[in-house]
T-cell receptor, first 109, second 113 residues
């Protein structure tokens, strides 16, 4: 069946450090891929998405490229801020989203 | 534009009691989803509605869980009777249609004692 695997957390970084959170998927065909972010006490917010191979999603300095060859959708940001501290979820699917387990990011001043 | 609205935000009940959660999707969104999120895990789909029809309820534990979306807008998810293992966050999401981007509400955090 379809599945999404993302790197385990927590990830702890200093402010302005480079961020990568790995995500790989297993699916039939090429489903849409998403990154959602969950801030403390809040619901999931869509961060970015890509609907086909080689698409790059970007938002708020975050980027992820849909890599068909490696079935990956890694999340990157060049310079993280304390306000980026949250749990990040990779998800994929057509009409039913399959989520990864989430990666907690903690950014320290 | 208002987002997905859920209530209550928090609920504490004793085991074997019933509980209900309410969701109001984004206006114009025909597709509505209920997800279960256990602590430290990603959400898992319980049920998906296309207008008022439940088109995917394969993951819904039907012995104790039920859901309805009578007029194709608001939806209610019910658990009766609740068990300790039902303690989790229940998320509602909506989208314009099948395969469209899903937008999530803040969730209802349930604690069963």
């Amino acid at each position: 069946g379809n599945s999404v695997t993302q790197m385990e957390g927590p990830v702890t970084l200093s402010e302005e450090a480079f961020l990568t959170i790995n995500c790989t998927y297993t699916a039939t065909g090429y489903p849409s891929l998403f990154w959602y972010v969950q801030y403390p006490g809040e619901g999931l917010q869509l961060l970015l998405k890509a609907t086909k191979a080689d698409d790059k999603g970007s938002n708020k300095g975050f980027e992820a490229t849909y890599r068909k060859e490696t079935t990956s959708f890694h999340l990157e940001k060049g310079s993280v801020q304390v306000s980026d501290s949250a749990v990040y979820f990779c998800a994929g699917g057509y009409n039913k989203l399959i989520f990864g387990a989430g990666t907690r990011l903690a950014v320290h001043p | 534009e208002a987002g997905v609205v859920q209530s209550p935000r928090y609920k504490i009940i004793e085991k074997k009691q019933p509980v209900a959660f309410w969701c109001n999707p984004i206006s114009g969104h025909n597709t509505l989803y209920w997800y279960l999120q256990n602590l430290g895990q990603g959400p898992e789909l319980l049920i998906r509605y296309e207008n008022e029809e439940a088109v995917d309820d394969s993951q819904l534990p039907k012995d104790r869980f039920s859901a309805e979306r009578l007029k194709g807008v608001d939806s209610t998810l019910k658990i009766q009777p609740a068990e300790l293992g039902d303690s989790a966050v229940y998320l509602c999401a909506s989208s314009l249609g099948i395969s469209e981007t899903q937008y999530f509400g803040p969730g209802t955090r349930l604690l069963v004692l």
